[in-house]
């Protein structure tokens, strides 16, 4: 099992420090939301022309991997969608030039269902994957927002008609705001996944309150079990939201419990 942890669960450290602990704790790889007070990937100085194979060096001697650049593109809504679609083929380059095989896009912002133009996030979607095969890199959408539906999310796909495409599956989000099991979920998207985002959480009337993992309800020792035993090779990654929420539990404390968690899961 490969197992990750996005950098949006630890924003006021340092590119240094992330690498260290994820080593340090056994992690497999670092996914990459943000570092520091710079929140794209594209502004962060490490990443820079001039300092980037200096830090693909860096990284390689740990023998961690970058598994997916995690961009803020939303291709699905409409005053921001021309705007997303540059970001994310900036972002597809960069990913091509550190090794990273995907990068994460969105039809809407908002992890709740929201209102977004599909049918104009599933043709601009479909331009990224063609622009992404080109480079060796695939765009995830996310179950995110509407795309939380397994329908909804197929219906995306199917307008798309690309074969470089792929479902970035966050657990959390199909389970509270998509409403469906993890079996249903993998039932109609198993075959797409390709990266998996795992959050922890309980409900204080419509209110998500989330937990360290293992402390809420979300089902996800059954999705890790679905996905271990189609044998899914990519990565388990914690997202945990602290740069969102700032009163969150403490990233150190946070990134040891997952991975001692999700090494206590039976195989």
């Known amino acids: ?12 450290w340092t590119l240094k420090e992330v ?3 994820a080593k340090d704790l056994g992690f497999g790889g670092v996914e990459i939301r943000g570092i520091g007070d710079k929140i794209n990937a594209l502004e962060i100085p490490e990443f820079s022309d001039v300092n980037i194979e200096h830090t693909k060096a860096k990284i390689a001697e740990t023998g961690l991997v970058i598994p997916s650049l995690t961009s803020g593109a939303t291709l699905a809504v409409r005053d921001r969608a021309q705007d997303s679609f540059f970001e994310a083929c900036d972002y597809i380059d960069l990913a091509q030039k550190l090794g990273v095989k995907y990068v994460r896009v969105m039809g809407t ?7 977004g133009d599909f049918t104009l996030g599933a043709g601009l979607y479909r331009q990224l994957c063609e622009y992404g095969a080109k480079r060796g890199v695939t765009p995830l959408i996310e179950t ?5 539906s397994s329908k909804a999310m197929l219906a995306f796909l199917d307008r798309a008609g690309s074969d470089n495409c792929g479902v970035l599956w966050d657990v959390h989000h199909t389970v509270r705001f998509g409403s469906e099991s993890p079996v249903e979920t993998f039932a109609a998207l198993g075959t797409y996944v390709k ?10 009337g419509s209110r998500v309150e989330y937990r360290m993992m293992g402390y809420g309800d979300v089902p ?4 890790v079990t679905l996905l271990d035993r189609a044998g899914f090779d990519g990565f388990f990654s914690l997202e ?28």
């Open 240 to 267: 945990w939201v602290k740069r969102w929420n700032p009163d969150l539990q403490e990233p150190g404390i946070v990134f040891a419990h997952y991975k001692n968690y999700m090494d206590s899961l039976p195989e």
């Open 19 to 21: 690498v260290a602990t």
């Open 1 to 12: 099992m490969k197992l990750s942890f996005s950098t949006l669960g630890c924003p006021r």
């Open 220 to 223: 996800v020792a059954d999705a």
């Open 109 to 115: 912002g908002e992890p709740h269902i929201t209102v």
């Open 195 to 204: 990266h998996v985002h795992l959050k922890d959480s309980v409900m204080r």
């Open 144 to 148: 995110n927002g509407d795309l939380s």
